[in-house]
């Protein structure tokens, strides 16, 4: 296993996997990590808007802008 000595390298292992991403206006989107930058732009297939714990709407691929995104977690 990789050992994470900074921000960047968990993010790397939750690529390609679920995560839940949470952003400062309480929205919920869940989706396969596929992409991110420095700025913790995130791009998410399969994605979906959930409100509390319940699917919302499926979105597919979408692009979450770093400075709204509170929390990232695996799923």
């Not at 952003?23 to 995130?42: R, S, T, Y």
Request: net charge positive; no cysteine; hydrophobic share 40%.
């Amino acid at each position: 296993m990789m050992e994470q000595s900074r921000p960047l390298d968990a993010l790397n292992q939750a690529r390609n996997k679920r995560v839940i991403v949470e952003l400062k206006n309480n929205k919920q989107f869940v989706g396969n990590l596929k992409a991110f930058d420095i700025h913790i732009n995130v791009v998410l297939e399969n994605a979906e808007e959930r409100e509390g714990g319940e699917m919302k709407r499926k979105l597919g691929t979408i692009f979450l802008r770093g400075d709204t995104i509170i929390l990232i977690s695996p799923e």
